[in-house]
C-alpha cells in the first residue's frame, strides 16, 4: 500500500509596508498592498507534514503537537478544500493518478520558535500548510498560484511562499484573483541585510491583528489617507530601493511605514496601543544612532519596524550588527543570554 505524505517548511516574513486592513474579510482581500522580507529559513520557520489516507476518518490538525479544532467554513477548512480542488484538476486530466482529492488529510505543524513570543506564527504557519499540501499532491502551481491560497488562511502568509523580497499586490478583482504574491527581489541579490529580533514581551497581544485591522477599517479616518495616498508611492519607491540595494531610502521608508500603522492602529476607535515603553526607548536609540552616523557624514544604519505587538524588528546591513547588538544590549539588559549565532564576536562575551 503506497504512502502519500510531505513535508515542508515555510519560514516567517517581516512586513516593511504593513498590510492593515480588509475590503473582504472571507476572501481575505486588502485594502492595501504590502512588502516584507522573508527571514532566513534556518532561524524561524513552520514545518509541516500533510498525509492522505483512505483509512483516516476525516481531516485533522495538530499545532505543536496539539491537536486544534478544523471549524467548517474556517480558514483552515478553506485551504484545505481549496487545495483539494487543485487536486482533482490534476486527476481529472490524468485518470491514472490517485485519487487523494477524495482521501482526508492528516496535518502536522511546528514552529522552530515560541508561538507566544508575538512573532508571526501564523504567516509560516499557512504557508507551510499550503506548500505541504501542494507537494502531498503533487501540483504544478507557482509560488504566486499557492499565495491566492495562503492569503484565504492569513493574509500575510501569502507573502511566506517567496524567500527574499515580496510584495502582495492588493488587487481589484472581487473574487481574489488578482491579489496574490510576487518575488521583488530573492534574498541573493541583497544578502547583506540582516534582521535583528529583540523580544519585548513575549505575552499573547491583546488585540489580534484580524480583530483590530477590522476596527480600524471601520473607524480610522487617517486609514483612508494611508491607503489612498501614501502607500501606493511607498511601495513603488521601496521596490526601486530594494533593486538599487540603497539602504538608506529602504530604512526610512521601512521606519515610517511602521510610524503610520502604528498611528493608524492610535487612530482607531476605541484606540489600539501595541507598543510599548520598551519599544519606544529602542526607537529612541536606533533615531540617535542613525542621527550620529549622518551627522558625521555616513548613512543610515538601521531600520526598526513593529507589528501587532511590542517586539521590535530591526533591518541592518551584517557589517553594523557588531555595533548594534552590543548597544542593545548595553540599554536593555537581557533575561537570557544573547545567541550569537553569526560568529560575529568570536570567543569574546558581549554583555560581560
Ligand atoms: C501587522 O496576516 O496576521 O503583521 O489576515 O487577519 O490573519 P489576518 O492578519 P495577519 O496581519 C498581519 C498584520 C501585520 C502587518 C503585515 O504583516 O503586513
Given at each position: 500500500?503506497?504512502?502519500?505524505?510531505?513535508?515542508?517548511?515555510?519560514?516567517?516574513?517581516?512586513?516593511?509596508?504593513?498590510?492593515?486592513?480588509?475590503?473582504?474579510?472571507?476572501?481575505?482581500?486588502?485594502?492595501?498592498?504590502?512588502?516584507?522580507?522573508?527571514?532566513?529559513?534556518?532561524?524561524?520557520?513552520?514545518?509541516?507534514?500533510?498525509?492522505?489516507?483512505?483509512?483516516?476518518?476525516?481531516?485533522?490538525?495538530?499545532?505543536?503537537?496539539?491537536?486544534?479544532?478544523?471549524?467548517?467554513?474556517?480558514?483552515?477548512?478553506?485551504?484545505?478544500?481549496?487545495?483539494?480542488?487543485?487536486?482533482?484538476?490534476?486527476?481529472?486530466?490524468?485518470?491514472?493518478?490517485?485519487?487523494?482529492?477524495?482521501?482526508?488529510?492528516?496535518?502536522?505543524?511546528?514552529?522552530?520558535?515560541?508561538?507566544?513570543?508575538?512573532?508571526?506564527?501564523?504567516?509560516?504557519?499557512?504557508?507551510?500548510?499550503?506548500?505541504?499540501?501542494?507537494?502531498?499532491?503533487?501540483?504544478?502551481?507557482?509560488?504566486?498560484?499557492?499565495?491566492?491560497?495562503?492569503?484565504?488562511?492569513?493574509?500575510?502568509?501569502?507573502?511566506?511562499?517567496?524567500?527574499?523580497?515580496?510584495?502582495?499586490?492588493?488587487?481589484?478583482?472581487?473574487?481574489?484573483?488578482?491579489?496574490?504574491?510576487?518575488?521583488?527581489?530573492?534574498?541573493?541579490?541583497?544578502?547583506?541585510?540582516?534582521?535583528?529580533?529583540?523580544?519585548?514581551s513575549d505575552d499573547k497581544k491583546g488585540t489580534s491583528s484580524t480583530a483590530g485591522m477590522q476596527r480600524t477599517v471601520e473607524t480610522s479616518p487617517l486609514l483612508q489617507h494611508r491607503i489612498k495616498h501614501v502607500v501606493p508611492e511607498r511601495m513603488k519607491a521601496?521596490?526601486?530601493?530594494?533593486?538599487?540595494?540603497?539602504?538608506?531610502?529602504?530604512?526610512?521608508?521601512?521606519?515610517?511605514?511602521?510610524?503610520?500603522?502604528?498611528?493608524?492602529?492610535?487612530?482607531?476607535?476605541?484606540?489600539?496601543?501595541?507598543?510599548?515603553?520598551?519599544?519606544?526607548?529602542?526607537?529612541?536609540?536606533?533615531?540617535?544612532?542613525?542621527?550620529?552616523?549622518?551627522?558625521?557624514?555616513?548613512?543610515?544604519?538601521?531600520?526598526?519596524?513593529?507589528?501587532?505587538?511590542?517586539?521590535?524588528?530591526?533591518?541592518?546591513?551584517?557589517?553594523?550588527?557588531?555595533?548594534?547588538?552590543?548597544?542593545?544590549?548595553?540599554?536593555?539588559?537581557?533575561?537570557?543570554?544573547?545567541?550569537?549565532?553569526?560568529?560575529?564576536?568570536?570567543?569574546?562575551?558581549?554583555?560581560?
Amino acid at each position: 500500500m503506497a504512502v502519500y505524505q510531505a513535508t515542508t517548511s515555510a519560514p516567517v516574513n517581516i512586513a516593511c509596508i504593513k498590510y492593515w486592513g480588509k475590503r473582504d474579510t472571507k476572501l481575505i482581500l486588502p485594502t492595501n498592498s504590502s512588502l516584507s522580507v522573508t527571514l532566513d529559513q534556518d532561524h524561524l520557520r513552520s514545518t509541516t507534514t500533510s498525509r492522505a489516507d483512505p483509512s483516516f476518518s476525516k481531516d485533522r490538525l495538530w499545532l505543536n503537537g496539539k491537536e486544534e479544532e478544523i471549524k467548517e467554513g474556517g480558514r483552515t477548512a478553506t485551504c484545505i478544500k481549496e487545495m483539494k480542488s487543485l487536486r482533482k484538476q490534476v486527476e481529472d486530466a490524468n485518470p491514472n493518478e490517485p485519487k487523494l482529492s477524495t482521501y482526508p488529510v492528516h496535518i502536522c505543524s511546528r514552529n522552530n520558535f515560541p508561538t507566544a513570543a508575538g512573532l508571526a506564527s501564523s504567516a509560516a504557519g499557512f504557508a507551510a500548510l499550503v506548500s505541504s499540501l501542494a507537494a502531498l499532491y503533487a501540483l504544478p502551481a507557482s509560488p504566486s498560484q499557492l499565495s491566492l491560497i495562503s492569503r484565504q488562511g492569513s493574509g500575510s502568509a501569502c507573502r511566506s511562499l517567496f524567500g527574499g523580497f515580496v510584495a502582495w499586490e492588493m488587487g481589484t478583482a472581487a473574487d481574489g484573483s488578482d491579489s496574490y504574491a510576487v518575488e521583488v527581489a530573492p534574498q541573493s541579490h541583497w544578502p547583506e541585510i540582516h534582521a535583528l529580533i529583540c523580544v519585548v514581551s513575549d505575552d499573547k497581544k491583546g488585540t489580534s491583528s484580524t480583530a483590530g485591522m477590522q476596527r480600524t477599517v471601520e473607524t480610522s479616518p487617517l486609514l483612508q489617507h494611508r491607503i489612498k495616498h501614501v502607500v501606493p508611492e511607498r511601495m513603488k519607491a521601496i521596490k526601486e530601493a530594494i533593486l538599487a540595494k540603497d539602504f538608506d531610502t529602504f530604512a526610512k521608508i521601512t521606519m515610517q511605514d511602521s510610524n503610520q500603522f502604528h498611528a493608524v492602529a492610535l487612530d482607531t476607535d476605541p484606540p489600539i496601543f501595541y507598543m510599548n515603553d520598551v519599544s519606544r526607548a529602542i526607537i529612541a536609540l536606533i533615531v540617535e544612532y542613525n542621527r550620529l552616523s549622518v551627522e558625521n557624514g555616513g548613512k543610515v544604519k538601521a531600520a526598526y519596524t513593529y507589528d501587532a505587538g511590542p517586539n521590535a524588528v530591526i533591518y541592518t546591513p551584517k557589517e553594523n550588527l557588531k555595533e548594534i547588538i552590543p548597544l542593545i544590549l548595553k540599554y536593555f539588559p537581557q533575561a537570557e543570554k544573547y545567541n550569537d549565532h553569526l560568529g560575529l564576536f568570536g570567543t569574546a562575551s558581549v554583555d560581560g
